[in-house]
């Protein structure tokens, strides 16, 4: 898998490019002063579009069987996404960046395996619209 660049800031599409490269500016380095700020600053920005991307996800499985786990990861999003609002603003103004970047690195973590079960319930939708396998 191909990392992106600090530089380059993905707007639209699967949250999985909005996830990587705000794992990569997570892991990035940072001093005290000028850097820390920069840090920051690229850290919000990759948040803000996490937070798009999640709230641009559509849930909303066609069978009934699937509508336990559809619901099940709609209350997933919804929870995700507290967590992200509550942090975005944190992260420019919190004392301890350390703590800051431990709490978003668990956080990309649980939305890159609610985003995993999203994929995993939208492959089951269509393979029981198209029959699966016999």
Request: proline share 4%; no cysteine; hydrophobic share 45%.
């Amino acid at each position: 898998m191909a990392w992106i660049t600090l530089g380059a800031m993905p707007v639209a599409g699967d949250p999985t490019d909005a996830l990587r490269a705000l794992d990569h500016a997570l892991d990035a380095p940072r001093g005290a002063g000028v850097p820390l700020g920069n840090w920051r600053w690229s850290v919000r920005q990759r948040l803000v579009i996490v937070r798009d991307r999640l709230l641009a996800e559509r849930l909303g499985a066609q069978d009934g069987w699937l509508a336990a786990r559809d619901g099940a990861a709609y209350r997933e999003r919804a929870e995700l996404l507290t967590r992200l609002t509550a942090i975005t603003p944190t992260v420019l103004e919190a004392p301890d960046a350390e703590k800051i970047r431990v709490q978003l690195k668990r956080l990309v973590l649980d939305i890159a395996h609610h985003v995993q079960r999203v994929n995993d319930l939208v492959y089951d939708d269509v393979e029981l619209e198209l029959g699966g396998e016999d």
